[in-house]
Antibody, heavy 125, light 108 residues
């Protein structure tokens, strides 16, 4: 299993950036995917989630990014994307994509079992 | 939103000793809890899921326990490669998935 993020960089406040997560080693279409970020010297913060198309392909977002960020997937290319609009200085972080494995025992849950190396997004004027 | 609280913030342990890390949830998360290890400049690595199941390739010296609101990660006979930051995460009530603030295990 491999996940490789790309697309990070320095961007001015208010601008946009699109991150990509290119995957291999597993059947991408069978899995949900997630994005988690880590501000410099801080802990982990979940950002966005997209289900597999088998389970509707719908999305969820953290309150801090809802309405500004959008997650999508291209199963034909095994790539997940994070479109980030109206970027703020507080969005500065390393962004990790992760594979989410579904468990359905007493309810449906997802845990994150593989992560990419991350890509740094710096929002600054 | 479920708040995850880890203690202590920093744990100083000598190589070969045991480390015990705690994680508390603000409400029950059943056994839907994961532990991650993160070393500087690296992504998190899944160690434990479902509170006690070791992920593939994780050494047996790592063990998880607990359910409901109280959880423990135990690392027996600490090795040099185990000094890192450890995060707990709940995936019972989502979204959002929430992480603890981390416990840094450092060399004593």
């Amino acid at each position: 299993v491999q996940l490789v993020e790309s697309g990070g960089g320095l961007v001015q406040p208010g601008r946009s950036l699109r991150l990509s997560c290119t995957t291999s080693g597993f059947t991408f279409g069978d899995y949900a995917m997630t994005w988690v970020r880590q501000a410099p010297g801080k802990g982990l913060e979940w950002v966005a989630f997209i289900r597999s198309k088998t389970y509707t392909g719908t999305t969820d977002y953290a309150a801090s990014v809802k309405g500004r960020f959008s997650v999508s997937r291209d199963d034909s290319k095994s790539i997940a994307y994070l479109q980030m609009n109206s970027l703020e200085t507080e969005d500065t972080a390393v962004y990790y994509c992760g594979r989410a494995t579904r468990l359905a025992i007493s309810g449906v849950v997802y845990y994150f079992d593989f992560w990419g190396q991350g890509t740094l997004v710096t929002v600054s004027s | 939103e479920i708040v995850m609280t880890q203690s202590p913030a920093t744990l100083s342990v000598s190589p070969g000793e045991r480390a015990t890390l705690s994680c508390r949830a603000s409400q029950s998360v059943s056994n839907n809890l994961a532990w991650y290890q993160q070393k500087p400049g690296q992504p998190p690595r899944l160690l434990i899921y479902n509170a006690y199941i070791r992920a593939t390739g994780v050494p047996a010296r790592f063990s998880g326990s607990g359910s409901g609101t109280e959880f423990t990660l135990t690392i027996n006979s600490l090795q040099s490669e185990d000094f890192a930051v450890y995060y707990c995460q709940q995936y019972n009530n989502w979204p959002p998935w929430t992480f603890g603030q981390g416990t840094k295990v450092e060399i004593k």
